[in-house]
């Protein structure tokens, strides 16, 4: 067989143009080097990207900008891809500008219990390298092993311990933005988190990296919580362990992290890197964590056994070592990776829910797993009843793809219809752009739309996010 | 030649050999011993996998990481992309680290994959020029051949011991060797005799016989650290164990597999499987070779004939500080002063899934005070012969291992030769002072010195 050698593929003017900015090696631009980057986390929807730019500090970003902007070039910002719901896929011919490289610490101060870092920062590794001194950064998303901070601005990402200490908008102090116009510019004064005027920090938290680029990032560190201690409770009937989770709540408890799973997503971790032993007969299990002053959490322990007893748990059992903890939660937070050990391919769905309509929703989600024939497990932060419905399916038998789109818009709708939503922490993207229909109106769709020109007024920046495109319907494609 | 091109020339090439399993294709892939599509059926693309990943923490490129190599050889097979030097160049730029396979919650078997893809491109691709005709000598001309890298030792021997070494350091001969290949230099070990055909093929266990176990002796191991092969007949012989040292075997084919020459891979794998047969325990100290050793199934998963006698012998290979930790080995009773810190080798942590045992190792041995080393388990850039292929990666991660390296400690121990000469050298290259020694050795120290204690408690 002859050599085949390397593709003549020659830069065109805008690459060559975004290499005089960055440099050669920092530009994407052969097939086979981007195909890996056609898209995220959710692997339904599938774009082509026209080249990727590796950006190493601001003013390569302002530059990057401005010369899409003048040769109108959509572009996309990225950060790991760990993103669920298409956020960081191209529609096909976007320049990705991926943030990975911009990972320093700019600035550490603990007396204010604060940290400067660029967006590329992972999440894990900011925990990581200020716990020696008794210091975490809350926000702890199941995929905070790759995840970018920049990334968890955007989708203001939640975690399983943000019942009690709120998601990353609640942890945001001030971001650096360049806007689609190439301006740079800061918002939220450093440390000082209420300012007069409209809450920006709040409207770019979550906006889907469609107003601007967060190059830098200033966030609150808190400092450990003196004890922690944690429980798992197996239940035979899924209703008693969503009335122990109301009681618990009820009882004035607020616990760090407060999460179930049910048969299927059990069957899954236990398939997969780090099995517990979980049985594999039970309806659902409860994990509950409370932290804070030492003092106080023996007895939220034994209230939290008590309602567990009191509520027909099978067995119930606190971790006997930081050890035994670690693996309970390895094993939560490997959840949605799991599904790879008992299915070729899942769709997961982010609704929420108000936490006493659990019972009655997970039975309506079975009713659809039947209709599409497909299984569905549900991992649900139950305490602030945030829903991960996970749909398996086998992108390469044809059909299921599209039958696994269909099971997940419709156990949105029924999220919609018991007074919750269709996001929680995962965002609206691709994926569920045609479900805000679900709980926006037009006008009110419209009202945000105005909002996105004023920053972002020629949609060049990650357009087809977030909002229904008239008249277009999202392509399924195979996974 | 286009895709379709391909296709058809790979057709006409098996019509002319008349087997029929020949005319089989994956998209793309058009050569004999197909890519094994469960693998990438298995990644959900969740990216858990990327930040374990050194090629990924260094370059942050998609294509560089797990997924995105999952996901290229998934392209390939679809059909969307060619077999050319663009896909191959993330797929060798791979260190075989298994790292990601350790973060992998669905368990995707990330190496083996990649593995089977640089089949597909050699045989698209065969390798010409310098690089082609090097990796050709080293990888088919000595590794196989026990006699080559015998006379390759002697050579070595011979250079040390005549004061060329002496002559070619001062006068700035090594001066025109390429950069990484002089810091190699500086490094070699003080090569002893090879074990293999030195040592009888039957050592006697030391007392009672509690059970016979075949060792590998490996080529490299045996001609560069022959007395860390020299202490692991010693340490096993002292637990009671009769060590087979059978003169068949040779180079378990791990440096082949991993530069996608599978043919020859097969022929040596054929070669130690025979050589082991009338044993039960084949135990290895050099973790790729173990690891090479406990997949061999793996290369044969397209040959039915083979596969269950090479599933057979995959489940008789253990690592050799498994073994002895499994096995109650002997606590020595004499002190080893000395404080230390645990490399683990990709290829025993991240391939064996072996950590603990190697520690407790040394922690049962009195005086050593172990330190742990921050990252312990990510690659120092030795990988096979990456360190040859990759010097900027292999150079890039060898001195963030250095870096690692706790300021105080006096020995760098671990359990795989190739690691040994990369952190030798990085150590030399930081002008630092830690030795670098073999998990084994360490014990064997500590059964040295219990036996001379022995012996003089005998004569007094
Ligand atoms: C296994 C798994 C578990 C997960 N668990 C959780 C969870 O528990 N909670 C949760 O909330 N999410 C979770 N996610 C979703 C995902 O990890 C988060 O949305 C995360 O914040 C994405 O970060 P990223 O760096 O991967 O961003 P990407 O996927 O690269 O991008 C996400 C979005 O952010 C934008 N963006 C990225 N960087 C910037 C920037 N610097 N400036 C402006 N816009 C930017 C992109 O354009 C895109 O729209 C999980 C995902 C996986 C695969
Ligand atoms: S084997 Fe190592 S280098 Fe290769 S993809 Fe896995 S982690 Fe990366
Ligand atoms: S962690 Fe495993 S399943 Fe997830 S992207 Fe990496 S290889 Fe695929």
């Known amino acids: ?479 | 030649m286009n895709a379709e091109e391909n296709r058809l020339a790979a057709m006409l090439n098996s019509e002319k050999n008349d087997t029929p399993c020949q005319t089989k294709t994956l998209g793309n892939f058009l050569w004999d011993d197909l890519p094994d599509a469960t693998k990438w059926a298995d990644c959900v693309h969740c990216g858990m996998c990327l930040e374990a990943c050194p090629t990924y923490q260094e370059t942050g490129e998609e294509q560089h990481s797990p997924r995105g190599r999952v996901y290229l050889i998934k392209a390939v097979a679809e059909g969307k992309i060619d077999v050319n030097d663009a896909f191959s160049k993330p797929v060798f730029d791979c260190l075989d680290c298994r790292a990601c396979e350790t973060a992998c919650p669905a368990d995707v078997q990330v190496g083996g994959l990649i593995e089977e893809a640089r089949g597909q491109i050699r045989q698209a691709m065969p390798l010409t020029g310098f690089s082609g005709a090097l990796s050709k000598t080293a990888l088919q001309g000595f590794f196989p051949n026990q006699k080559r890298m015998k006379t390759l030792g002697g050579l070595m021997r011979f250079y040390q011991k005549s004061g060329m070494q002496r002559v070619a350091r001062k006068t700035g001969l090594l001066n025109v060797m390429p950069k990484h290949l002089k810091e190699m230099e500086a490094i070699l070990p003080d090569v002893g005799k090879p074990v293999l055909g030195r040592y009888p093929e039957v050592v006697p266990a030391e007392g009672e016989t509690k059970q016979r176990v075949g060792m590998l002796a490996g080529c490299i191991m045996d001609v560069m650290f022959s007395d860390v092969n020299e202490a692991t007949v010693r340490v096993l012989t002292h637990n009671g164990f009769e060590v087979g040292l059978p003169k068949e075997q040779g180079c378990c084919g791990a440096l082949h597999v991993h530069a996608g020459d599978r043919e020859t891979g097969k022929r040596l794998a054929k070669r130690n499987m025979e050589a082991f047969k009338d044993y039960d325990k084949v135990l290895v100290n050099a973790a790729g070779c173990g690891c090479a050793l406990k997949e061999y199934h793996e290369l044969f998963r397209n040959d039915p004939d083979m596969l269950p006698l090479a599933e057979e012998f995959s489940a008789k290979v253990e690592d050799v500080s498994k073994f002895l930790y499994d096995n109650d080995f002997k606590r020595p009773k004499s002190e080893v002063k000395t404080k230390i810190t645990y490399h683990d080798a990709c290829h025993l942590a991240h391939g064996q899934g072996v950590r603990f045992e190697p520690r407790q190792l040394l922690k049962d041995i009195p005086g050593v005070e172990m330190v742990d080393l921050p990252d312990a388990d990510r690659c120092c850039g030795s990988a096979g012969i990456y360190n040859l292929t990759h010097p900027e990666m292999a150079g890039a991660l060898l001195d963030r291992k250095i870096d690692d390296v706790p300021d105080d400690v006096e020995m760098i121990s671990m359990g795989n030769p190739g690691c040994m000469l990369q952190i030798a050298m990085g150590v030399q290259k930081h002008g630092r002072s830690e030795k670098v020694v073999h998990t084994v050795q360490l014990l064997d120290w500590a059964y040295e010195k219990d036996k001379e204690k022995a012996r003089k408690s005998i004569e007094s």
């Not at chain 1, 309806?283 to 964590?289: C, G, N, S």
């Not at chain 1, 070592?321 to 670690?326: H, M, N």
């Open chain 1, 1 to 479: 067989m002859a050599r085949k050698k390397r593709n003549k593929v020659n830069p065109d003017a805008v690459v060559r143009q975004l290499m005089n900015i960055v440099g050669e090696r920092e530009v994407l631009y052969l097939k086979e080097d981007l195909i890996s980057y056609e898209c995220d986390g959710y692997t339904m929807t599938k774009g082509m990207p026209k080249a990727v730019v590796f950006v190493k500090n601001t003013e390569h970003v302002s530059q990057v900008v401005r010369c899409l902007n003048r040769e109108r070039i959509p572009y996309i910002a990225r950060g790991a891809g760990t993103g669920l719901s298409g956020g960081a896929t191209p529609l096909g011919g976007e320049v990705i500008i991926s943030l990975v490289r911009m990972k320093r610490m700019l600035h550490l101060d603990l007396d204010n219990r604060k940290a400067v870092i660029e967006p590329g920062f992972v999440n894990l590794k900011l925990t990581q390298s200020i716990s020696d001194k008794g210091y975490y950064y809350a926000p702890d998303p199941s995929s905070q092993y790759a995840c970018t901070i920049g990334g968890n601005v955007a989708e203001n990402s939640g975690g399983a311990h943000c019942l009690k200490y709120g998601v990353t908008t609640n942890h945001i102090l001030g971001l650096e933005i360049v806007l689609p116009n190439g301006e740079v510019v800061e918002i939220g004064e450093d440390g000082i988190p209420d300012q007069p005027g409209y809450d920006l920090l709040g409207l770019l938290t979550g906006s889907e990296g469609t107003l601007g680029i967060v190059t830098k990032i200033t966030v609150k560190v808190l400092k450990n919580p003196e004890g922690k201690k944690t429980v798992l409770a197996y239940y035979d009937d899924i209703n008693d362990a969503s009335q122990a989770v109301s009681e618990i709540i009820a009882a004035g408890i607020i616990p760090a992290a407060l999460e179930m799973m049910d048969s299927i997503a059990i069957e899954g971790v236990e398939s997969a890197a780090y099995p517990v032993g979980h049985p594999l007969d039970i309806a659902a299990f409860l994990l509950i964590e409370v932290d804070g002053i030492a003092a106080g959490i023996d007895d939220q322990i034994d209230e939290i056994l008590t309602v567990c007893k009191h509520n027909n748990v099978r067995e119930v059992k606190v971790a006997k070592d930081e050890a035994e903890r670690g693996l309970w939660w390895a094993n939560r937070k490997m959840g949605f990776g799991a599904m790879g050990a008992i299915s070729p391919d899942y769709l997961v769905q982010d609704g929420v829910i108000p936490r006493t309509r659990l019972p009655e929703v997970l039975i309506r989600i079975a009713e659809i797993s039947k209709k599409y024939d497909l299984r569905i497990a549900n991992i649900f932060h139950a305490g602030d009843g945030n829903l991960h419905p996970l749909i398996l399916f086998d992108a390469r038998i044809p059909g299921e793809s599209e039958r696994a789109a269909k099971a997940g818009s419709e156990c949105l709708k029924v999220c919609a219809d018991v007074g919750g939503s269709i996001t929680g922490e995962h965002g609206v993207g691709i994926e569920k752009s045609a479900e805000m229909r679900f709980i926006f109106s037009d006008e009110e769709m419209a009202a945000q739309t105005n909002i996105r020109a004023v920053f972002n007024p020629d949609d060049l920046l990650n357009p087809g996010k977030l909002f229904p495109q008239p008249g277009r319907c999202v392509e399924v494609k195979q996974g």
